[in-house]
């Protein structure tokens, strides 16, 4: 098990290398945008960090001798009667230097144009808890609801209860969050004026910041209630029909004593892994729904990082990269709790 | 094999006849032949025969939602390709005329898809108002902003409320003509007797006390307003003061003159954008700047104010002018944890303005002081179409078209000759007979002039002494203007009408055609593509299944939002770029699909006898392995079309999506916007949306437990 454990952490620490260089590259191959408006000695600030970053390098030269351009030259200045020219390093160099600087110094770079020349890993860190808190919330009112949802409608199979549940799950599942969002912030914003329209800022009074919470959490939530119900209801469905319950009672045991000890345990060995995988998942934000809430969280960052002009490259690979890691984190997390779960499974054994 | 050592001869006991009574002999005469001259059949059935197809057809009938779901797909496919042929409206240009009609169907006044909109609480402007006596007359007389509501197009009643605690700030500006100013730190410190009172438009010099600790002003100007003020203003702002900006000034009294200290000016460090966001990150030592600007270290009056005045799209320019007053002898940091209290985000966020004079405003923005003013406000039913379409006087209507409608032979211009008293002059402008005038409508139905014209209606220059102008002539004219638009009745948009007039109905499903298209692309391209990879990765198995396998694996793990982000930023979003893109990973479910389907059936015997009778590989993979896997792929691989639809709406979301051509994804992103104010711009494409994921879930649900019954249940 733990060799198997071992196994699998390695290799998603090589796909997270293989999938982080690709996207680096990937992003760098994308033409250099630079913001214009800022002054002279800004800009130079912000080549130089960039050079200490190892993505760009400079020449020096007295003003008198003029340098011929073999690279391409981004922009130059002159201070000090010296000549400095700034250009980006070839992609490959850039790649070495991040991941060196990953490596030794734990520094992601910084940001160019959401927080110029603020620590991008920092940035990030900052909306980490907005989008944890919802997650958090998420999870801790989804997964009861859904489950009992689903044992409710696994054990009233095929009477009207688990129909309209079942047709309400259906429906739910199929009907994507952005719309969902979008008609909560209809009915409970502007027609009712209940709840606030978006995200409250971080100085709201303390009454309008939890009700900001209401609408994200429900949006995030409708989808998650049903995927557990539908599996729970699912799953007990099957439970129920099979001959070891049936021996269950045949030996005495009362409906509830067999549903508990036998059915809820045996239908579970499904559900819980996704479960688990889910606490992984909130570190991760839902980028459409925060965009469409204005939360200022990890999702919400990437559509700003991606859609400022100049894009900002270093936040957006911290993102992909915390995207990455959480979605092969809970990958791993999912296999491997099916072995703590069930016993009969064993990961990674021979057949 | 069977050996020879398997068989053991047994001898036989021997026969004994004694015990066996004697046979008789039996001839070929005691055999009758019972069926000599009838037809030997083979029995029949006694079920009827069956494929597999049919019986999955009847056992998908037999799930109801399926059938239901099916219908619904099925209607939503066809009407997808019928309503754009049909209905003619032009959704390529964009038609100014005709922006935001609200969905009708039904007569206006019948209070449901009527293509009225209702307006509650619009402030009155009170300076429209006319000569009225009593209260009566005065709420019978007011009408909301001329210039936006017409009363012809209002179909209720005017209900008038009057506030006098009005809670956006604002309507101060421009309606609220008494009012007051109140002082303090929290909205629920606000106490009604610390009103600073004032009566006219002009804001009042904000008097400062030292208990006062916080207060801040806000007032709406529009850009000329402030342009003017600028000189007059107590604040004294500097005149190269860019609008769209933000600065923070402190200003204190020396004596009885005024100073002014200039701190921040965000203007030349951010854009408005980032200032906003990020002021508490510039460390600004204020307390050192005054310090060292004006020699002082105390003052006896004194306060910041913050200029922001932002000039964007569908915003009201707008004046923050944040006070603070403070005491004289503050510690520096007392001065900046105030300074730090106060919110940029917030101030905006109140003043934000939406479409149609409604302001976006809750009150989450903590607010420091606030404006009591008393202003009338009315609610209506309009009729959006009456307003858009209707009878109105327009002021410059084209010469043009006037002869247009007399060479239509609508109306006619006819001095007593017979000529026409109007002409064309290509280079001169328009030649206007001006003793000589006579207009006449000839046909009443198709002509857009309601009534006949005279010579008042024309403004024209100076005429020669025969009465002849020649020049640039305006024609003012009542029109009746769906005729003008060239519609031979009212126009009816079932559905509405977006911020560019295009007719929402036909929007949505030529929207709805090519997300269809999308998934349907994308689906052909994954599902062939998946199984060739998934064939030879099953069927071949060992170290070719392990590349293979690897390769999938890396590509499946890459963040979706990651993968389609960079792909659509390096190839451009146009449609088969996008398509594409969303196959890159796509294919990667089917392929394990398939390559199941192949682990469970190449070792099957009947693989095993072709292979020694000599099949190829490629005829054993095409003719005897997949077919008996594709019922399984195929049903479970439906369900691609409802994921490709949904993701491309997300990456619409994202700002990434298809350009030139509107997708449902594109048409609800680029609505969203539109949400607290039209909000059916968001509800048909919306629900249509829903249907889609709803009935295609269903629908690949039924097709799958019809296909599989042994994974039904299993959703």
């Known amino acids: ?351 | 094999m069977l050996e020879d050592k398997d068989f053991e001869f047994v001898e036989e006991a021997p026969v004994t006849n004694e015990e066996v009574p004697a046979e008789e002999e039996i001839t070929a005469d005691d055999f009758t032949l019972t069926e000599v001259d009838s037809t030997i059949h083979e029995q029949k059935f006694q079920t009827k025969p069956t494929t597999f197809t049919k019986d999955a057809f009847r056992r998908f009938k037999k799930n109801k939602s399926s059938v239901a779901a099916t219908y619904i797909l099925g209607t939503l496919v066809l009407l997808s390709i019928v309503v754009p042929l049909i209905d003619r409206n032009d959704i390529q240009n964009s038609h100014p005329e005709e922006i935001f009609l609200s969905p009708k169907l039904f007569n206006a006044g019948t209070g449901f898809w009527d293509g009225t909109e209702r307006y509650s609480n619009i402030a009155v402007d009170i300076s429209e108002m006319p000569n009225a006596t009593t209260e009566e007359e005065k709420q019978e007389h007011w009408w909301p902003s001329p210039d936006v509501y017409t009363q012809r197009s209002a179909i209720s009643k005017k209900k008038f409320t009057d506030l006098t605690y009005v809670n956006s700030l604002s309507n101060l500006g421009t309606f609220g003509k008494e009012g007051y100013v109140q002082f303090g730190f929290d909205r629920n410190e606000l106490k009604g007797n610390d009103f600073v009172e004032f009566s006219s438009q002009e804001i009042p010099e904000l008097e400062l006390t030292a208990d006062s600790l916080y207060l801040s002003a806000f007032d709406t100007y529009d850009a000329e307003k402030i342009q003017a003020k600028e000189g007059k203003e107590d604040f004294g702002l500097p005149t190269n003061y860019v609008l769209g900006d933000v600065a923070l000034f402190f200003s204190y009294y020396e004596g009885d003159t005024k100073q002014e200290v200039q701190l921040v000016d965000y203007a030349k460090v951010h854009n408005i954008g980032s200032a906003v966001a990020s002021y508490k990150k510039d460390k600004v030592d204020i307390a050192n700047i005054i310090t060292t600007q004006t020699g002082k270290t105390t003052f006896e009056k004194a306060r910041f104010a913050v200029k922001m005045a932002t000039a964007g799209e569908d915003t009201l320019v707008c004046n923050l002018i944040g006070a603070l007053a403070f005491e004289s002898n503050f510690a520096e940091e007392e001065t900046n944890a105030i300074f730090a209290d106060m919110s940029f985000t917030d101030a905006t966020k109140a003043l934000t303005k939406t479409a149609g004079d409604k302001f976006a405003y809750w009150s989450s923005t903590g607010l420091k002081a606030i404006y009591l003013s008393k202003a009338y406000f009315c609610s209506f039913v309009y009729d959006t179409y009456e307003a858009k379409y209707g009878i109105a006087v327009d002021k410059s209507f084209s010469i043009k078209d006037l002869l247009r409608y007399q060479k239509n032979g609508w109306m006619s211009f006819k001095t007593p000759l017979g000529d026409s008293t109007i002409q064309d002059l290509d280079s001169l402008g328009f030649y206007l007979d001006v003793n000589n005038f006579t207009c006449q409508i000839l046909d009443a139905e198709k002509c857009p002039i309601t009534k006949p014209l005279t010579i008042d209606d024309f403004v024209y220059p100076e005429p020669n002494d025969s009465g002849i102008a020649v020049g640039e002539i305006v024609c003012k004219a009542e029109v009746c203007r769906y005729k003008k638009y060239g519609y031979s009745s009212m126009p009816r948009f079932l559905l509405g009408t977006d911020e560019s007039g295009r007719d929402m109905l036909k929007y949505v499903f030529d929207g709805l055609r090519t997300s269809l298209i999308v998934a349907t692309l994308t689906f052909l391209i994954c599902f062939t593509f998946g199984v060739i990879w998934g064939s030879i990765s099953g069927y071949f198995g060992g170290n070719v299944d392990l590349i293979m396998e690897r390769i999938t694996d890396i590509l499946g793990r890459i963040p979706f939002m990651v993968l389609m982000t960079l792909l659509i930023l390096h190839w451009g979003s146009s449609l088969p770029m996008f398509v594409m893109a969303l196959c890159m990973t796509g294919w990667i479910g089917t392929a394990s699909l398939t390559r199941t389907q192949f682990y469970r059936f190449r070792g099957r015997e009947y693989v095993l006898a072709s292979r020694t009778l000599g099949a190829s590989d490629a005829r054993l993979i095409a003719k005897h392995i997949f077919p008996n896997g594709l019922g399984t792929i195929i049903t479970a691989e439906v369900l691609i079309i409802p994921g490709v639809i949904f993701s491309e709406a997300n990456i619409a979301y994202l700002g990434l999506g298809l350009q030139n051509v509107s997708s449902l994804g594109v048409i609800l992103s680029d609505n969203q916007k539109w949400l607290s104010v039209h909000p059916y711009l968001l509800l048909f494409p919306s629900i249509i949306i829903a249907l889609l994921m709803i009935s295609f879930n269903l629908f690949g649900n039924g097709l799958r437990d019809a296909v599989n019954p042994s994974l039904k249940g299993e959703d």
Not at chain 1, 68 to 90: A, G, H, L, N, W
Request: with cysteine.
């Open chain 1, 1 to 351: 098990m733990l060799r198997y454990s071992l196994k699998r952490l390695l290799l998603a620490f090589v796909t997270a290398f293989i999938i982080l260089t690709l996207t680096f590259i990937l992003v760098k191959a994308l033409p250099v945008t630079l913001k214009i408006s800022t002054s002279a000695g800004e800009r130079m600030g912000f080549y130089d960090s960039q050079v200490a970053l190892g993505y760009f390098s400079v020449i020096v030269k007295p003003e008198t001798e003029h340098y011929q351009p073999t690279m391409k030259i981004i922009e130059s200045f002159v201070v000090d009667k010296k000549e400095y020219f700034y250009y980006p390093r070839p992609i490959l160099e850039q790649y070495f230097s991040w991941l060196g600087n990953i490596f030794t110094k734990w520094d992601w770079g910084t940001s160019t144009s959401l927080e110029l020349n603020a620590s991008a890993i920092r940035l990030i860190g900052r909306r980490l808890p907005v989008s944890m808190s919802i997650n958090i919330i998420v999870v801790l009112v989804s997964v009861p609801l859904g489950i009992l949802l689903g044992i409710y409608a696994g054990l009233k199979k095929n009477t009207w209860i688990d129909h309209t549940i079942s047709t309400l799950i259906m429906i739910f599942v199929s009907i994507p969050g952005f719309v969902v969002i979008t008609f909560l912030i209809f009915f409970f914003s502007y027609q009712t004026g209940w709840l606030p329209p978006s995200w409250p800022s971080s100085t709201a009074p303390l009454g309008t910041r939890i009700l900001g919470y209401i609408i994200p959490v429900l949006a995030l939530s409708f989808g998650s209630i049903c995927g557990y119900g539908r599996g729970v209801r699912a799953e007990l469905c099957e439970v129920m029909s099979s001959e070891y319950l049936l021996l269950a009672r045949t030996k005495g045991l009362t409906k509830n004593q067999a549903i508990i000890r036998h059915a809820l345990r045996n239908a579970f060995v499904p559900i819980l892994p996704s479960i688990l995988a889910e606490f992984i998942g909130i570190l991760g934000g839902s980028i459409v729904l925060e965009r469409l809430y204005g939360i200022p969280g990890v999702g919400n960052i990437y559509f700003e990082a991606l859609n400022n002009t100049p894009r900002d490259y270093n936040v957006l690979m911290v993102d992909m990269a915390i995207f990455t890691i959480i979605g092969l984190l809970a990958g791993i997390l999912f296999d491997l709790s099916y072995g703590f779960i069930d016993p009969r499974i064993r990961m990674g054994a021979k057949k």
